[in-house]
């Protein structure tokens, strides 16, 4: 693995390397495990960024279960613009379900939010979020997470699902930006 890349004209430094993550999947999903045994539930994974969390953590989860996916987005490079967009690709399925909500990231919560808001309006049972990493210090909205990888500082961060501007997604590992 690489100290350092160049991603979309950017450096960045190695953060979390690709064995913790498995490690933080790991326990993730453990916890899933134990606390979700016999409810019927269905995973939600939102898209683009967590669909490499959500396959690694789907892929751990024991009990009998349904993964869907939802695309929104806020994000523009490096900087939210603060806009989330309509929740596009659900149907009736998550009426009277349990709902786990896969997320890469939440950085403001704006994204969460509103998907929660969403989500809401179709009628779960209950609505639970995982979350594989969280800038805490950049939070402005009041965000539960039932399930959260680790806190992280408020710094720009690509590479197992997450990107800049498109790019870095593919990375194993998690990289942070560099200061120029
Ligand atoms: P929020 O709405 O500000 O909480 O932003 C959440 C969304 O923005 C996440 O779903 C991510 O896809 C994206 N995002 C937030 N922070 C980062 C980051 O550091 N790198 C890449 N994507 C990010
Ligand atoms: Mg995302």
Redo the contacts with the bound molecule.
């Keep these: 693995m690489e100290d350092t890349v160049t991603v979309h004209g950017k450096k960045f430094e190695l953060f979390i390397t690709s064995t913790e993550i498995s490690q933080m999947v790991d326990e993730l999903a453990s916890k899933l495990n134990n606390d979700l045994d016999g409810k019927d539930v269905i995973f939600v994974g ?1 898209l ?3 669909f490499i969390f959500a396959a690694d953590l789907i892929r751990r989860i024991k009990m009998n279960c349904r993964i869907s996916f939802v695309k929104t987005a ?2 523009k490079g ?1 900087q ?1 613009t603060g806009r ?1 967009e309509t929740l596009i690709g659900l149907g009736d399925e998550i009426k009277g379900k349990t709902v786990v909500v896969i ?10 939010e509103e998907v929660l808001k969403q989500l809401e309006s179709h009628q779960p049972s209950e609505i639970l979020v995982a979350a594989l990493l969280f ?1 805490c210090d ?2 402005i909205k009041d965000i539960k997470i039932d399930y959260l990888g680790r806190e992280i500082p408020n ?4 590479g197992y699902g ?3 501007d498109g790019h870095g997604r593919n990375l194993r590992d998690i990289y942070k930006i560099k200061p120029s």
Aim: with cysteine; hydrophobic share 40%; proline share 0%.
């Design positions: 939102i683009n960024g967590a806020s994000y490096t939210t989330v997320e890469d990231i939440i950085d403001t919560g704006l994204t969460l800038k950049a939070c710094d720009f961060v690509i997450l990107d800049c």
